[in-house]
């Protein structure tokens, strides 16, 4: 079957000039930005980290950010439904609220949203994204009140230095389609890139619609007094219905009505670095971010057709304002040490209504709040390599929240080559996080005298690899304990007062493990698996929404010079789970299969068809929500460079 669809593809392409597959030469090991106060190279980075490049996620063709990220181990991703639904990112069993995402360096988290802070990964364009660069563990020790499981920083692509065009079309069952403009060039001293994008699907279930427009830049100034300045940004319009989370969706939602959302997003960031000093480097961030979201929701109603979560309209605006600074001194060939500081401003406040009728209330109940905060913090952090084969990492933050008490933050970690071919790493950290704008100053359940969530992690790891790269493979052990999570407190929603309040005491460890192999030139295989456990302290119940087991496949194989096909297998062990209309239920297991077919006859251009879901395999992330069914989607990207 792949055959044949590899010769219908090649019709397409029978006059092109066909071009055999070109091997690299030289592979440069990266560098690690994310997670520590300077950049690092891979061999010495003591965090639990993976590195997604482009030219690893380009052969799947993803056409959404949970796509990118599914195969990596010791992470969740879930999403209510179709892709519109609210898609959500699990760090070892952590909240999805504490996990910094960054854009280029740039938080996106939203303080103001109902979720705590978690940033809904459906809306993230990643037509630019060239590189994913994921931390596991605390990270308070560099990025302050974010970062309490991990972070996640997706890199896009700087401009090149010839004039390039590309221009991409897809379309697809249940309405889909994709279109992406891009163009970079040199104007004088600048280096620029600009990105259009646009994708859309009708309803893959019942009443589910999506689409989202983005446009994205990235300008780099040469020659400036030996500085590099680099700026960046993007933005984006979703416009989504889904029914609400909790609902029991289009299967069991006593109310058959969808929510509207509509988020719009502005994120920018200037970057300075230099001048280029033998022992000295210098590096200043100053970032924004705006965000704003419409939602209107039916409510939900419980089995006694009582409303659990009301009926709202409502606008969140938040924003950002944060300057960080790091100055780097290369004391000698073994010791480095970074320090700097940031100071963020964030802002936000809501405006809208609830229908609290049914509660003995109001049917316009005012929901709004405002507020914002100040957050100062100062940094260090120490490399030292006594040897080639060792490598100490040390990092300390002492952080100044406005209107709660100084928090400090310390990480500690070290990396041991024992052999060429073997290598053994360990950390431990500490994490904190603020309550979020609108834990603090919702008037229904906010509580303004929260305290912040803390946590705890270490972890230890063993990886080999054969010197030739063409096998390698990991275990790591992690134990994560999270102390003060807020949530409702039962004991007022037995009198009938939803509070929020600091409760929970939550435990998480596991082991996650990875390989990789590369038998022969044209094919490559590789394979994750998760065994997560979870428990909240005082229940000694296992937390929802995490299974624990989660494993991935993947084979890529180059059936001729100009035709490839990608597939990969998803399993998700069984999960616990709350949906108002059924209260606490267990979701079943499921496997699901996608495969991807391209057709690259020239260097201009290629085509490929992407199945998803190929054995049509019935399945839930949530109950009542229903996966989509077989879709597929096809499509032809042009690719091309222009002499001046």
């Not at 190279?41 to 490049?53: G, K």
């Not at 209107?296 to 979560?309: D, E, H, M």
């Not at 057709?599 to 019935?618: A, K, Q």
Request: proline residues 6%; contains cysteine; glycine residues 10%.
């Amino acid at each position: 079957m792949a055959r044949v669809l590899c010769l219908l593809l090649a019709c397409m392409g029978l006059f092109s000039p066909v071009y055999a597959l070109e091997s690299e030469v030289t592979t440069l090991e990266p560098v690690v930005v994310t997670g520590t106060a300077h950049p690092t190279q891979l061999h010495q980075v003591t965090q639990s980290i993976t590195i997604l490049e482009e030219k690893q996620f380009s052969s799947w063709q993803p056409n959404r950010a949970a796509t990118l990220l599914q195969s990596i181990p010791g992470i969740h991703i879930d999403e209510t439904g179709t892709r519109g639904g609210i898609s959500s990112l699990y760090i070892r069993g952590a909240d999805p609220n504490f996990t910094l995402i960054l854009l280029d360096g740039i938080p996106l988290n939203d303080s103001t949203n109902q979720r705590g802070g978690s940033v809904d990964l459906s809306t993230l364009p990643i037509e630019r994204i060239e590189r994913v660069e994921l931390v596991r563990g605390p990270l308070s020790a560099i990025y302050g009140s974010e970062g309490m499981a991990g972070a996640v920083n997706f890199i896009t692509r700087r401009p090149q230095q010839e004039r390039n065009i590309r221009v991409l079309g897809e379309g697809g069952r249940f309405e889909s389609f994709r279109g992406i403009l891009q163009a970079s060039d040199r104007i004088g001293p600048l280096l620029a890139g600009l990105s259009l994008a646009h994708s859309r699907n009708g309803s893959q279930v019942e009443k589910d619609r999506f689409s989202l427009s983005s446009v994205g830049w990235n300008i780099s100034v040469e020659n400036a007094s030996d500085w590099d300045i680099y700026l960046t940004g993007q933005f984006s319009d979703s416009n989504t219905r889904t029914f609400p989370e909790g609902s029991g969706g289009s299967e069991l939602a006593l109310i058959q009505s969808t929510e509207h959302r509509k988020t719009q997003e502005f994120s920018t960031g200037l970057a300075l670095a230099g001048p280029h000093h033998e022992h000295w480097h210098h590096q200043f961030q100053l970032n924004f971010l705006r965000r704003s979201q419409f939602i209107s929701t039916p409510g939900i109603l419980s089995p006694a057709l009582t409303f659990q979560v009301p009926p709202a309209e409502f606008d969140n605006r938040f924003h950002r304002f944060q300057g960080r600074l790091i100055e780097t001194w290369d004391m000698n060939s073994q010791w480095t040490f970074s320090g700097g500081g940031q100071l963020t401003y964030e802002q936000g406040e809501r405006s809208g209504t609830q229908d609290l009728s049914s509660l003995g209330g109001s049917p316009e109940t005012p929901s709004e709040f405002s507020l914002d905060r100040i957050l100062g913090g100062t940094f260090g952090e120490l490399t030292w390599s006594p040897t080639e084969t060792v490598v100490f990492n040390g990092g300390l933050r002492l952080d100044l929240p406005q209107g709660f008490a100084p928090r400090i933050s310390p990480r500690l970690g070290a990396n041991y080559r024992l052999q060429p071919w073997l290598t053994l790493r360990g950390g431990y950290g500490t994490g904190y996080k603020l309550p979020s704008l609108a834990s603090l100053g919702d008037p229904q359940i906010g509580n303004p005298t929260l305290e912040p969530e803390t946590s705890t992690g270490w972890d230890i790891g063993i990886q080999v690899h054969s010197l030739s790269n063409a096998v390698s493979a990991s275990v790591e052990y992690f134990h994560n304990r999270y102390h003060d999570l807020i949530d409702l407190d039962p004991e007022l929603l037995n009198q009938g007062i939803f509070r929020l309040s600091n409760l929970q005491q939550v435990i998480t460890k596991g082991v996650e493990f990875s390989l990789s192999l590369t038998p022969i030139t044209q094919l490559s295989v590789n394979g994750t698996a998760t065994f997560l456990q979870t428990q909240n302290a005082e229940t000694k119940e296992r937390l929802r929404n995490r299974p624990t087991w989660r494993s991935t496949g993947g084979l890529t194989y180059h059936m001729t010079p100009t035709c490839m096909i990608t597939g990969r297998v998803i399993y998700v062990g069984s999960r616990r789970d709350f949906q108002i209309p059924t209260q606490t239920t267990t979701v079943a297991a499921y496997t699901r299969f996608d495969v991807t077919l391209t057709y690259r006859p020239s260097r201009s251009w290629f085509g490929y068809i992407v199945i998803e879901n190929l054995t049509n395999n019935s399945y839930e992330e949530f109950r009542g929500f229903p996966a989509p069914p077989l879709t597929f989607r096809v499509g032809i990207d042009f690719q091309l460079t222009l002499a001046k």
